[in-house]
């Protein structure tokens, strides 16, 4: 595998409990408020969807759920030709200080047929979104 197709992983630390940080990753009221209109996070093999507006959807399904630690779900764009479906993981860990960890893995450029360039793109757009979510989470409720 090329070294510039490797995972995209991006890590936060956040003053937020381990509760709050799962919430403003799950909850699509939370959600908004840092990515994009979401839908409800469900069971595995259930649908999820962003709704990034201007027909940039995202559709996928659940992958996997360990509630309040870590769930994935595959991520494909509808309007993508081919459709390049890669994976996307979110995990939270808590801190010894009382705060926790978010770790975004987005994996499966390779496998999905991207190139050096949809992958450096979502890289870029990922390190704002999670600049966006540490704020929110340090601002507290």
């Known amino acids: ?54 027909d940039s959807v995202v559709e996928g399904s659940i992958q996997e759920v360990d509630p309040g630690r ?16 890669t994976l996307v993981t979110w995990s939270v860990e808590p801190l010894a200080n009382g705060g926790s960890r978010i770790t975004l893995v987005h994996d499966g450029w390779a496998e999905a047929g991207a190139d050096v360039s949809t992958r450096g793109d979502h890289e870029g757009y990922w390190n704002g979104y999670l600049e966006d979510l540490a704020e ?6």
Not at 20 to 31: F, G, S, V, Y
Not at 38 to 51: I, W
Not at 70 to 85: G, K, L, N, V
Request: charged share 25%; no cysteine; aromatic share 10%.
């Open 1 to 54: 595998m090329s070294e510039s197709l490797n995972p995209i992983i991006i890590e936060i630390e956040t003053p937020a409990s381990t509760a709050e940080a799962w919430m403003a990753l799950t909850d699509p009221r939370r959600i908004v408020e840092w990515l994009t209109d979401a839908s409800q996070l469900g069971a595995v093999g259930e649908p999820y969807r962003l709704d990034f507006g201007d």
């Open 70 to 85: 870590r769930f994935s779900y595959t991520w494909s764009w509808t309007d993508a030709s081919p459709a390049e479906q």
């Open 136 to 141: 929110i989470l340090a601002e507290g409720e």
